[in-house]
Structures are given as C-alpha cells and as structure tokens.
C-alpha cells in the first residue's frame, strides 16, 4: 500500500469530455445541429478514461457552454502539475470563421460549435497555456474543422449526417457577430503566453478538406479509435496510435495528428492514456 507521500509523486490524470447531440437554435439563429451520437462518444471516452485511471468530467449538450468547459479546463488547470496528464475529448460540430490575427495559413480560425457560440481554437490555446509547461495534453477532436468540405470527392450517403456546422450558417453567424468575434481575437492576440507551453498532442478525426461522420451508436472516428484500443490491448505509442486509426478508417475521412508546444519523446513513446 502506497504512503501518502509516494502517492504525491505519481502522475494524475484528469480527462474531460464535452458531447453534443444539438445546439441552442437561439443563438444560431434557428439551426439546432442535430446529431445522434456525440454524447454516447462523451460517456464511452469517459469510460475508456476511467478505466485508464482519470478522474473524469463528462458535460453534455446543454450544458456545453463556453463557460462551463471553460470553467473544467481552469478547474483542471489548477490540479494538474509537472508530470501529470490532461485529457481532453470533443464531438459534435466543427466550424470555421475568418482569422483576423494571421496566424492561420488559410486565414481562418477553426472552432468547436458548443451550445451557446462557436469557441475559436485559439481560445483552447490560450486555456492550454494555463497549464503547468510539463502536463501532458491530450487531445481527440471527432468533429470537422473544414468550410472547404464542399469539395469532397465523395458525398454522404442518404441519411449519414457529419459533423460539420453548415458553411452558409457559418458565414451568417460570423457576419452576425462579427465585432464580437473580431473584438475577442484581438484580445487572444494580446495574450500569448511566455513561450513556456505545455506539450500538446492533437488525434482529430479528418482532414482540413473532409467531414467527420456521425452514426447511430458513436461518431466514425471515435467508434474506430475504440475498435483500435480494444479494451486497452492495444501497444505502441501515439503516433502508431494515430496510424492504426487511420488504416482503419475510410479514405474520405483520414485522421490528422498535429502536436503543439514540443511534446517530449517520452510523452509520445507511451501506451496512449497513460497516466
């Protein structure tokens, strides 16, 4: 039996996971985004997490708002020290608005569309890099990112849904609140950081030019990655991870991985979910 001491030295984790069937259609000006499966993929990361020793935090739908995951991020923010690991999981819509800031290559931010407004990625950077520099972040994102997905070569097949906030909404929203969303890049622009970010790495489930599949029971990305854990057999680090999601998944959707803040080599060489 560990002292309390010993238990101090150990690694902790905490794993939040945010899953949104639908929006609030008042503040998307009458578009409710429906979806089936992203609150099942909420519950069945949070359970893989658990099994995986994280204290979890599971928010769903309507209570998905910005302060609300904002709140989780701070609440974690504050636990968590060197050596310790965030996880964080995200499905439902993706979207994207124009960059005023010219950090985005394609001029425009990607967002995560969270039931009360859309929350820019550069919002996310800005709460990452509360954390201590050495946490561990891990990121799985099962949603489009892309307004250039109407060049897919494939389209859905009737009745499939994606992941993705309709480019038309997504223009009338932003033209809507422009000068709020303007007002707050501006904002993010004046609060970099030191430079000392913690090491971040980043599973999502396609490619800036692709959509992310809904289904019946979990999203197709986070149905394959559970198909590729299974149940925790599976071996290698996040980067063979990442590679055997994405052999199993379709060649309309093919699973990105992108790291930000330099993840140490060890931090990637682990059995993903390692504590």
């Known amino acids: 039996m560990l002292t309390s001491s010993e238990e101090d030295l150990m690694p902790a984790g905490l794993s939040i996971h945010v899953g949104l069937n639908n929006v609030d259609p008042r503040a998307y000006d009458g578009w409710d985004g ?9 519950r069945d990361m949070a359970e893989l997490a658990r099994g995986a020793g994280f204290d979890d935090t599971v928010i769903l739908t309507k209570d998905a708002t910005v302060d609300t995951v904002t709140a989780a991020l701070r609440q974690a923010a504050g636990k968590l020290k060197g050596g310790d690991i965030l996880l964080l999981t995200y499905s439902g819509h993706g979207g994207q608005m124009p960059d005023t800031d010219g950090d985005e290559p ?9 039931f009360d407004r859309q929350f820019l990625d550069d919002e996310l950077h800005r709460e990452f890099l ?10 799985l994102l099962d ?7 109407t060049e897919l070569v494939d389209t859905p097949a009737p009745g499939e849904a994606v992941r993705l906030m309709p480019v038309l909404k ?6 809507r609140d422009k000068a709020f969303f303007q007002e707050l890049q501006r904002e993010l622009r004046s609060t970099d950081g030191d430079g000392r970010e913690p090491g971040v790495v980043l599973i999502s ?13 979990n999203g197709k990305f986070t149905e394959t990655l559970l198909r590729v854990w299974n149940g ?16 199993a998944m379709p060649a309309t959707q093919i699973p990105n991985f992108f790291t930000t ?3 140490d080599a060890g931090f990637l060489a682990q059995k993903p979910f390692t504590v």
């Open 34 to 42: 429906q979806l089936v499966a992203c609150e099942n993929d909420a």
């Open 232 to 247: 925790g057999e599976f071996s290698g680090g996040y980067e063979a991870f990442h590679q055997r999601i994405k052999k």
């Open 205 to 217: 489930a396609c490619q800036d030019d692709q959509v992310a599949m809904d289904g019946r029971v």
């Open 130 to 139: 509360r954390f201590h520099q050495d946490v561990r972040i891990l990121t």
């Open 106 to 114: 394609d001029e425009l931010d990607e967002t995560l569309v969270f």
């Open 143 to 149: 949603c489009c990112h892309s307004g250039t997905a």
């Open 170 to 175: 997504q223009q009338q929203i932003f033209e």
């Open 261 to 263: 803040g330099n993840p």
